[in-house]
């Protein structure tokens, strides 16, 4: 197998992380984790969501949270955005990028969205139309990939024409997630030899949660494959609020044993990294998966 060099890694921890959780974090303490991410040498966080509070009560301090960190220079603070509504909060937040999604299955994106998938198109047209003449980038998520906790297995037809349609939008990058985590590294290859035939690898990335342990397995295929951006959860932070039984995301702190490992670059520090891991980890109030965490624990 031939590596890349280099990865890119996103952390998805303050909006994917933390949105499941039962205590809300205060804004204070999430300000200071994202103070600490961005001086660990990631070069994108995502911080968190600008949806309805009633939707997502622990991330309704999304302006505050956005308009209290110190930007480092080089990082992207993106953050979800789900309508016009949102848009115009993460806006006025000074958000860098913007990011859309929805699901490849009906019932999810109903679920999730409120909203049949056609139904969608046009609220993310609009939403990347306006963001894009604020000049901001825009990137895409599409869930349930792999797996549907409602119905099961997904067409790979449907996710092509969803990437189509939000690719035409003008998105630059799309994330493909794994939201139940039931991927493996068999499903991961033959979705991608489709994908990569219609998309370039440089614009497609990899949104693993590792509920059934197979996310490591499955990010050593799509490296594989030539796909070089990779979502992650410090801790292994996460779940999906709509999606019955999924656990925490791929570990941001496992990735990165693994690819230091493997010499493929990150531009992260470790030990930073572990630091911020321990602070999130404490104001969490409970031990999280990750495999490095417990290493240290046990030590």
């Known amino acids: ?17 933390l949105q499941n959780e039962k205590e809300v974090i205060p804004s ?3 300000i200071a984790w994202i103070n600490q991410l961005s001086k660990t040498g990631l070069n994108y966080i995502e911080i968190s969501s600008f949806v309805n509070p009633k939707w997502i009560p622990a991330l309704a301090d999304a302006f505050e949270v ?3 960190i110190e930007r480092q220079e080089g990082v992207t603070y993106a953050a979800l955005v789900p309508n016009k509504r949102g848009l115009e909060k993460a806006l006025e937040a000074n958000i860098d990028e913007v990011s859309i999604f929805m ?5 999810h994106n109903k679920s999730n969205i409120n909203k049949t998938i056609d139904e969608t198109f046009p609220v993310l047209k609009e939403v990347v139309d306006e ?3 604020a000049n901001k980038s825009v990137r895409g998520y599409i869930s349930t990939v792999f797996g549907c906790p409602y119905e099961g297995s997904v067409d790979v037809e449907s996710v092509i024409r969803i990437s189509e349609n ?6 630059g990058e799309l994330s493909l997630g794994d939201t139940i985590g039931v991927a493996n590294p068999k499903q991961v290859q033959e979705v991608l030899e489709v994908l990569l035939k219609r998309f370039p690898a440089e614009k497609l990335a990899m949104h693993f949660h590792d509920t059934r342990g197979t996310a490591m397995a499955n990010i050593l295929v799509s490296l594989d494959m030539g796909i070089t951006i990779f979502d992650s959860s410090l801790g292994g932070l996460g779940g999906c609020p709509y999606a019955p039984g999924a656990s925490g995301n791929l570990a941001t702190d496992d990735l990165l044993y693994m690819l230091d490992g493997m010499g493929i670059h990150s531009g992260v520090n470790r030990e930073k990294l572990m630091e911020a891991a321990l602070f999130i ?8 998966a990750s495999h490095q965490l417990q290493t240290l624990s046990n030590c």
């Open 28 to 30: 204070g303490d999430k």
């Open 1 to 17: 197998m031939e590596w890349p060099k280099k990865v890119t890694i996103k952390e998805v921890g303050p909006r994917d992380g």
């Open 131 to 133: 963001a894009l003449t």
């Open 103 to 107: 699901s490849a299955t009906e019932s």
């Open 166 to 171: 939000l690719f035409e939008m003008g998105i």
């Open 66 to 68: 956005a308009t209290g």
């Open 281 to 288: 980890q404490e104001k969490i109030g409970r031990p999280l």
